[in-house]
């Protein structure tokens, strides 16, 4: 099973997304974005889903903080989506070097289609 770490402070998107991968894939979760960067070191996911609005740090910070840490080495390359709100979010995605998005509320399909296509890429 591949590692994904879903970083957001929502209970029902952890219980979205974990009912979408479940057998699929191990799911590990942060529940604030300053802990974003140790737990991509911790356990090295294959794939970040990235809350916009998670609490403490916010999800365009966490993003930028990933993929300008020196200390992370290869790990600042690990693919991020980033679970948008609104579909005008998309700007702030697109700034935050991101490598897709999806937006809220989920839809099954979309989401796994998007983790595996992610994942198949890398």
Not at 39 to 44: F, K, L, N, T, W
Request: one cysteine or more; charged letters at 25%; glycine letters at 6%.
């Amino acid at each position: 099973m591949t590692d994904i770490l879903l970083a957001t402070d929502s209970d029902w998107l952890t219980d979205e997304v974990e009912a979408t991968i479940a057998g699929l894939h191990l799911l590990h979760r942060v529940r604030a974005g300053i802990d974003v960067v140790p737990a991509i070191m911790q356990v090295e996911p294959a794939l970040v889903l990235l809350d916009l609005q998670i609490g403490n740090m916010g999800g365009v910070a966490a993003c930028l903080a990933v993929r300008h840490r020196e200390e992370m080495g290869d790990l600042d390359e690990r693919p991020i989506i980033l679970l948008l709100d609104r579909e005008v979010d998309i700007f702030l995605a697109n700034e935050s070097k991101a490598d897709g998005y999806l937006v809220k509320p989920l839809d099954p399909f979309s989401l796994l289609q998007a983790v595996e296509s992610t994942l198949a890429t890398t």
